[in-house]
């Protein structure tokens, strides 16, 4: 009877340490964290931005007074948010040492302030001809390569939306490792040394 018991004993002890075991929240360091976390650290920067055209065309016999190229301009804000392209992200653990390779900070996309484009935005020189769609989608295109090549060529917004990144980062790992007990060691590498 004595041995019952123990074996019984025993036996709820492990249930018990198993149930315990079973309702901890493990945490651990994981790359897909890690992407989102790099994508809340974009930079959004406000660019005022132009789109014109001064398109030579034929003109008509009848419009021998009118000047032959379609003259205008289209004023209006873009926000172009810049980061780090999340899917270059890379992560190795090994011991306590986390290596995380960080990408360059690119242009993520850019868009048109909607708020900021209406009727008074549209300019037209009222001696040339009035541009068509065609005209005026293609001028825009083209501003909007302008900007994206604008904050390209920017090093501080590009340096600043890597360091965003690379806080965020940092603050995750040691987040993790205060729950975890384990004091982590975080290592960079900058694809861009490597070339």
Request: glycine residues 4%.
């Amino acid at each position: 009877m004595k041995k019952k018991l123990m074996i019984l004993l025993g036996l709820s002890l492990l249930l018990l340490g198993g149930c315990q075991q079973f309702g901890r929240i493990e945490k651990s360091i994981e790359i897909k964290e890690m992407r989102a976390i790099t994508e809340l650290a974009t930079v959004e920067c406000y660019f005022h931005n132009v789109a014109k055209s001064d398109e030579e065309t034929d003109k008509a016999w009848f419009e021998f007074w009118k000047s032959a190229n379609i003259r205008f301009w289209i004023e209006y804000d873009g926000i172009v948010r810049i980061g780090i392209d999340a899917s270059e992200l890379k992560m190795e653990i090994k011991d306590n040492v986390v290596t995380i390779t960080l990408p360059q900070a690119i242009v993520l996309d850019a868009k048109v302030n909607s708020a900021t484009l209406n009727e008074d935005s549209f300019y037209y020189d009222a001696r040339t001809k009035k541009p068509d769609a065609r005209q005026q989608t293609e001028a825009f295109k083209q501003a909007q390569q302008s900007m994206i090549n604008a904050a390209n060529s920017n090093k501080t917004l590009l340096t600043n939306a890597r360091d965003n990144a690379k806080e965020l980062l940092t603050n995750y790992v040691k987040t993790i490792g205060e729950a975890t007990g384990v004091e982590y060691v975080i290592e960079w590498i900058y694809p861009e040394d490597s070339q």
